[in-house]
Each structure stands twice: as structure tokens, then as C-alpha cells.
């Protein structure tokens, strides 16, 4: 139990550094989100006075005045509601709103390639280690090949062969929006949802998986040359029980480290792969908010990597525990 609430107390206080730091980095940049949307009203026409500019102020999250001590009261104060201000881009939608409606369309594709490309890469390499000199242990050059080639050369060779020369999968988009097909859990939606996603998906899994299978290798080869395992064998265990109760069981742990690392990440790790695809997802929408100086937007989404990466690492790290009990032990 100390183990757990050490884990839990240190995530608290990393939660709230996060918030602070949140809350200080926009700031302290040059920059004001209300100069630009009045610049954008002045152009347009529009009477600006020193109300509409406190107003706004207001809805754009910068608050109404005071110190800085008085705004990080009602930053607070405001997170807690679920208020994180007013996005420039979308002007009056909610930035909450905005990220909401993108946030699935990253959780399903990137969310869903990552687990893949890790179970996928942990389940050769165990075997690729178990069996040394096999057919998958000559798989893992190749694999590190697509590792090695940059993500955005990766995406655009896959995009110019299975939509160009193969035109086998659309290059853009996120579903066919010209079918008139309304996103939610209907099948038609889903499977064009899927069929849109699957090259995005394969580029996430291809650069991906060779890592994966790489280390997972490596260790297991580490991991049988130990003596529980020797004693194991010598005991007369089944195969298979030895490879996952004994060797994987203790050969996956680093991984699950990075792993949690890449997990957390899901959101910002989406750039790349969703500006090649136009894949309409949060790391589109946080290009868009950087183009425009969307700094309420920024926020919001800052926010949620970092409690992205937050959870993740909690999660993997209340696990780890549980698989290895000598953490609980030292703790």
C-alpha cells in the first residue's frame, strides 16, 4: 500500500507542476491572443472598445484583469468547470468543445496503432528471442529499417504506392465525407472510419514495431541465460510455461517503461502522421492553433498531453508494481 500511495502522491504534485506550468508558458510569450482577434475585427470592420477587449479577455482565458496570482486563482477555478477559454480559430466555440470533438479521432487512430505496434513487436521479439537464428530473428533488420527511414518519408512513400500506383486506400480524410455519412457507432461509419484509417495506422505500426521487437529480443536473450531459468528447465516445466510465466514475464519490464512514454504521447505523437493525412484529429487541430496564435487553443491542448502522460505513466507504474513485486518491496 505505501508503494501505491508514494506513486500516487508523486503524480499529484508532477499534476500540479504541469497545471502551473500550463498556466505560466503562455504568458511569457510574445503575444496576445485578444490583440490578434481585435486586429481581426478591426479589419472586419467592427467597433472594438475597452469593454469588448476586457470581454474578451475574459473568454479567451486570459482573465480579467488582476495580478498574476488572482488569474491563477480563476485559472484554477476555471479548469475545474471545464473552462479553458475561447479558440480564435473556431471563435466562440469552447476550446473544450473543439479538442472534444477532435480528441477521438487520435485516441482511435494513433491510441490504437501504439498498443498494436506493441503487442505486435513484444510478441515477435519473445519468440524471436526464444528462438535465436529463426526466420523472425532475420525479420528484425528489416524491421529497424523502417524505423530508421524519417516517419514523414515512411508516410509519403506509402501514400504515393497504395494511393497513387495502387490506388487501393484514399489519401486524406478521416471518412468519406461525401457519402453524407454522420459520425457515431453506426457500421457504415465505422468501416469507412477504418478504411480511411488503416495506411495512417500501418505508417504508426511499420515505424514503430521494429524498436518494440528489437528490445524485447534482446532482453529475452538476457533473460534466459539467468538461473530461475535454468532451474525452471531443469524441473521439467512445459515450454511454453517457462517462456511466458518465467522469461517474458521479466524480459517485458523495461519495455513497459517506453512504452508508458509512448502511450502518453499518443496525442502529440499525432503531428506528422495527421498533417500527411489530413487526418482530422488533435494534432491537426494544434497545427492549426500554432498557424494561428491560438494561444487559448495551445493551452487546452498542452493540457491534455500532459495529462496524457501523466495517467500513462501512473497507470504502467501501479502495473509495474503488480508484476514485479520487489518494487512493492523496496518501496
Known amino acids: 500500500m505505501r508503494f501505491y500511495l508514494q506513486k500516487i502522491g508523486f503524480y499529484v504534485v508532477a499534476l500540479w507542476a504541469a497545471l502551473t506550468l500550463n498556466f505560466l508558458i503562455p504568458r511569457l510569450m510574445p503575444g496576445n491572443p485578444v490583440d490578434i482577434l481585435i486586429a481581426k475585427m478591426g479589419a472586419a470592420g467592427q467597433p472594438v472598445t475597452p469593454g469588448t477587449r476586457k470581454a474578451l479577455s475574459i473568454a479567451l482565458g486570459q482573465g480579467g484583469g488582476g495580478n498574476w496570482l488572482q488569474q491563477y486563482g480563476e485559472y484554477l477555478v476555471n479548469l475545474a468547470h471545464g473552462n479553458l477559454g475561447v479558440s480564435v480559430v473556431n471563435f466562440p466555440e469552447n476550446v473544450t468543445t473543439v479538442i472534444a470533438q477532435a480528441l477521438p479521432w487520435t485516441i482511435a487512430l494513433i491510441g490504437l496503432s501504439t498498443i498494436i505496434s506493441f503487442l505486435l513487436g513484444i510478441g515477435l521479439g519473445m519468440f524471436a528471442g526464444w528462438r535465436r537464428g529463426s526466420w523472425l530473428d532475420n ?193
Open 139 to 331: 525479420l528484425i533488420p528489416v524491421t529497424t529499417m523502417f524505423q530508421a527511414v524519417p516517419y514523414f518519408w515512411l508516410a509519403l512513400i506509402l501514400v504515393l504506392v497504395l494511393t497513387r500506383v495502387f490506388p487501393i486506400f484514399p489519401y486524406a480524410g478521416g471518412y468519406n465525407v461525401n457519402s453524407g455519412l454522420v459520425p457515431g457507432f453506426s457500421l457504415q461509419f465505422i468501416g469507412s472510419a477504418i478504411y480511411y484509417g488503416f495506411l495512417p495506422a500501418l505508417t504508426i505500426v511499420l515505424s514503430s514495431i521494429g524498436g518494440w521487437m528489437l528490445g524485447m529480443r534482446n532482453m529475452m536473450v538476457a533473460t534466459l541465460s539467468e538461473d530461475y531459468i535454468v532451474t525452471a528447465e531443469a524441473k521439467g516445466l512445459k515450454p511454453s510455461r517457462v517462456r511466458l510465466t518465467y522469461a517474458a514475464r521479466n524480459a517485458v519490464l523495461p519495455s513497459l517503461s517506453g512504452f508508458a512514454i509512448s502511450l502518453g504521447f499518443v496525442v502529440a505523437g499525432s503531428i506528422v502522421t495527421e498533417q500527411v493525412f489530413s487526418y482530422p484529429g488533435v494534432g491537426q487541430l494544434l497545427w492549426t492553433a500554432v498557424s494561428n496564435d491560438d494561444y487559448a487553443l495551445m493551452q487546452g491542448i498542452f493540457l491534455v498531453i500532459s495529462l496524457s502522460v501523466l495517467a500513462a505513466n501512473l497507470i504502467v507504474d501501479l502495473l509495474y508494481g503488480l508484476i514485479d513485486p520487489r518494487t512493492r518491496a523496496r518501496a
